[in-house]
């Protein structure tokens, strides 16, 4: 199984940037279908971003063109580039993978790290 350590939340000002990190152990992060999610107090955990073990990304239109998925094989390192982000982009943000092969039923979260975006 997986095991993350998300890091590189913070509070931010609108139109500013962050980059969130979600170091993985356990297993080669190439071999998991990842992604990003969100969620707001009082709300249900939103999908943010995917990346597929082929490399493919996929974004809602809540996000699109302002947010980057990407992760770096040689570090085991999944991210998530943010730019121009709005006091809606507010909330925690975890890390997700599902196996890609084998038991597809394994999934894993990371903890979880805070976004706040505000004046």
């Known amino acids: 199984q997986v095991q993350f350590v998300e890091s590189g939340g913070g509070l931010v000002q609108p139109g500013g940037s962050l980059r969130l990190s979600c170091a993985a152990s356990?297993?080669?992060?190439?071999?998991?279908?990842m992604a990003w999610y969100r969620q707001a107090p009082g709300t249900t955990r939103e999908l943010v971003a995917t990346?597929?073990?082929?490399?493919?990304?996929n974004y809602p239109d809540s996000v699109k063109g302002r947010f980057t998925i990407s992760m770096n094989n040689r570090k085991n390192t999944l991210y998530l580039q943010m730019n121009s982000l709005k006091p809606e982009d507010t909330a925690v943000y975890y890390c997700?993978?599902?196996?890609?092969?084998?038991?597809?039923?394994?999934?894993?979260w990371g903890q979880g790290t805070q976004v706040t975006v505000s004046s």
């Open positions: 356990g297993s080669n992060l190439g071999l998991w279908n």
């Open positions: 997700y993978a599902k196996a890609a092969y084998g038991d597809r039923s394994r999934e894993s």
């Open positions: 990346i597929n073990v082929a490399g493919r990304t």
